[in-house]
């Protein structure tokens, strides 16, 4: 069964330096999105994509993060100067189209030092 | 403001005892519920999505079953595999077409053999 895939697994990174998180959606999807969950706290959306553009963001996706489709299969998420409180797992998701549930992808483990 | 609440935070079960889990919501016209399970370290797996009030859906040991306030995930007799924490979601209706998703704090299930 086709999957959402993200790398890496784990990143640790000193504060104020740049990330980038990958996703690779699943093929035939076209609706992408970022979540993120603090540990011991709610999985909350940040920011979803459609068409090359952004469609929605939350009040978390301020200037210091950005999302790109740089070719036909990778989703990242980037971090311009990231900050302790940015410390979570990030969660990439996908579907074909809104009437259909989002599928996820086993998330990237951020650690601000 | 939308919002998800979810009920109990914790629930410990023996192998065969039956319960149920609640998800209650507020949100402004609502477009689609959904019950994901997450294991550690892992993302939201998709379960089943509700879209109107007495729909019922199911799967192995689990129900789920939607009011116009709330939803309930019924488990009957759980085994040890289906020790996991359950998230409840609503899709917003603002947003676009897409509608990102509002999640809940999940009920962190234990079976115990």
């Known amino acids: 069964e086709p999957e959402v895939t993200q790398t890496p697994s784990h990143q640790v990174t000193q504060m104020g330096q740049e990330v980038i998180l990958r996703c690779v959606p699943i093929?035939?999807?076209?609706?992408f999105y970022w979540y993120r969950q603090i540990l011991g706290q709610k999985v909350e959306f940040l920011v979803s994509?459609?068409?090359?553009?952004?469609?929605?963001k939350s009040e978390i996706f301020d200037d210091q993060f950005s999302v790109e489709r740089p070719d036909g299969s990778n989703f990242t998420l980037k971090i311009r100067s990231t900050k302790l409180e940015d410390s979570a797992m990030y969660f990439c998701?996908?579907?074909?189209?809104?009437?259909?549930?989002?599928?996820f992808g086993d998330g990237t483990r951020l650690s601000i030092l | 403001e939308d919002q998800v609440t979810q009920s109990p935070e914790a629930l410990r079960l023996q192998e065969g005892e039956s319960s149920s889990l609640n998800c209650s919501y507020t949100v402004s016209g609502l477009r689609g519920l959904f019950w994901y399970r997450q294991d550690p370290g892992k993302g939201p797996e998709f379960l089943f999505t509700?879209?109107?009030a007495g729909e019922e859906k199911e799967k192995e040991r689990l129900k789920a079953t939607l009011t116009k306030k709330e939803s309930f995930l019924h488990i009957t007799a759980p085994k040890p595999e289906d020790s996991a924490t359950y998230l409840c979601?609503?899709?917003?209706?603002?947003?676009?077409?897409?509608?990102?998703?509002?999640f809940g704090k999940g009920t962190k299930l234990s079976v115990k053999p």
């Open positions: 994509f459609y068409n090359n553009e952004i469609s929605e």
């Open positions: 093929s035939n999807h076209l609706y």
């Open positions: 509700l879209y109107s």
């Open positions: 998701a996908s579907h074909r189209d809104p009437n259909q549930p989002q599928h």
């Open positions: 979601a609503v899709q917003a209706p603002r947003g676009g077409s897409q509608g990102n998703l509002i």
